[in-house]
């Protein structure tokens, strides 16, 4: 009988899965099931398309089904969800959207990648036509077709997070007159103060109104016969007007179809996996969003639903669903983004995360320029790092300033990675040019500044 493997979800996780399982064992049967209407896209681009920036939308596909069979043979089947994953008898049940038809499928192997859903807001009138979260390939379809048919003047964002940050840049750069809502005092829970700050200004800097520390109480919305929109935001901070809402409040792990089949959480209310991503159920393995990761520097498991984390996490499950040994060790967090003219990056623990995890923790801040200073467009680069002052181990790093802020921090995501400490760091032979960097790379002049600092009281002398 020949193998059959079955993929579920389309996104990252899941066609990395199915195209690594056909290449470890070409005679298997690879099917991938998808709800949506694509898979292998670049969700991560559509702020972008929505901004005009990338003009096609067939850019966005890497696959199509079409080319998903011919060039990695393997089946997909979109606008198809499985409902159900049946372990006892290895089957999956199956409805396809377009017939509304149910079928079961057998498999010997099982991974599921059904990634993460969007948070809501929870109030009336956020199933309005002009209500948006930006989760799949088909919420940024509707996002853009709204704006180009509508021409919306105002819009309101509520979260300022990720998503949040690229959708403000997105709607300003269309001459949208945007606000954000953000539950707390700053934006980007998890960064330090001072990048969380920046980011503030950075917003304030180019037209968008920052409103902290607010609640949504209600929706307003207006209904005429065939079209239904809000026009108000009501909070407890007043009341705002909006032509276009976007709701960027965070995602979830996407757990139904495991939970329903009995399939083992972690601590995070994520599906829990070992290195080989192997569920505690046989022949099911999982990968992606819905599941957890252990974090590389405090060896605890932790919810981090990145395209790069799922995409590596399912060549492994695809590996050993088809008979493989492959292992994903996890990860350390390595998160950038664009905010405007200002670049940030994320690697690693935050101060507030080390000190939970019972680190003795040190901060230090270190202000130096992307290029040589005397050089055109050189502009300021901040490096925030987070040390041990036992072991002396970077833990975790912001970045916040002009160019080459991601490039930095990937270089400081290795340090972290392989547990330098920062007189590793401070030795580091690393490029000079002065159209690229000083003499002195901000990197190494932190971790000489961060020498100096473990020498202070509390610390250990060099």
């Known amino acids: 009988m020949r193998r059959r493997i079955i993929v579920i979800g389309g996104l990252a996780a899941g066609p990395s899965a199915a195209s690594k399982a056909k290449r470890v064992n070409p005679s298997a049967e690879v099917l991938l099931f998808e709800q949506g209407e694509q898979i292998s896209y670049g969700i991560c681009e559509m702020p972008y398309y929505i901004a005009g920036l990338i003009k096609e939308r067939r850019k ?8 998903f069979k011919e060039k990695r043979g393997v089946i997909a089947k979109v606008h198809h969800r499985v409902e159900q994953v049946i372990p ?45 979260v930006l ?18 003047r105002k819009a309101v964002i509520v979260g300022g997070g990720y998503i949040g940050m690229e959708m403000a840049e997105a709607l300003t750069t269309l001459d949208i007159e945007t606000t954000m809502l953000h539950r707390s005092e700053l934006p980007m829970v998890g960064l330090e103060l001072e990048t969380r ?23 307003a919305r207006e209904s005429r016969p065939g079209k239904s929109t809000v026009t108000r935001v009501i909070t407890n901070k007043g009341t705002y007007d909006c032509d276009l809402l976007i709701l960027s409040l965070g995602v979830e792990p996407n757990v139904d179809v495991a939970r329903g089949a009995g399939i083992a959480l972690g601590v995070t209310g994520a599906i829990r996996v070992d290195e080989m991503q192997r569920t505690r159920t046989d022949n099911v393995y999982a990968a992606g969003d819905c599941c957890e990761v ?51 990056g994320h690697v690693g623990l935050s101060a507030e995360e080390a000190e939970v995890s019972g680190f003795d923790v040190m901060t ?6 992307s290029r040589v200073s005397i050089m055109p467009g050189s502009r300021t680069v901040t490096v925030i790092y987070v040390l041990d002052r036992k072991s002396r181990r970077l833990l975790g790093a912001n970045l916040f300033g002009g160019e080459g802020v991601a490039l930095r921090a990937n270089i400081l995501a290795v340090a972290i990675q392989h547990h330098l400490t920062v007189d590793q760091i401070s030795q580091l032979d690393l490029a000079y040019a002065p159209p690229f ?11 000489n500044v961060s020498r100096r600092g473990l020498m202070r009281p509390g610390g250990k002398s060099e």
């Open 364 to 369: 230090e801040i270190v202000v130096g320029d």
């Open 135 to 152: 989760k799949s390939y088909d919420d940024g379809m509707r996002i853009r077709e709204w704006i180009e048919k509508e021409s919306p």
């Open 60 to 67: 966005l596909i890497v696959f199509t089904p079409e080319e």
């Open 437 to 447: 960097s000083p003499l002195w790379d901000p990197i190494l002049v932190a971790a």
């Open 294 to 344: 252990k974090n590389l520097v405090n060896d605890k498991p932790m919810y981090l639903p990145l395209a790069t984390v799922a995409s590596k996490a399912g060549w492994v499950a695809g590996e050993n669903a088809a008979g493989g040994r492959a292992v994903f060790k996890g990860a350390i967090r390595a998160i950038a983004v664009k905010v405007f003219e200002l670049e940030v």
């Open 88 to 132: 006892g008898k290895r089957k999956v049940v199956v409805r396809d959207l377009a017939k509304d038809d149910v079928v079961e499928y057998d498999y010997e192997k099982a991974i599921i990648a059904t990634g993460s859903k969007p948070r809501r807001i929870n109030l009336h009138g956020e199933d309005s036509q002009n209500v948006f």
């Open 197 to 219: 700050k920046s980011v503030v200004e950075q917003l304030r800097n180019h037209g968008v109104y920052f409103v902290p520390a607010v609640s949504v109480k209600s929706l």
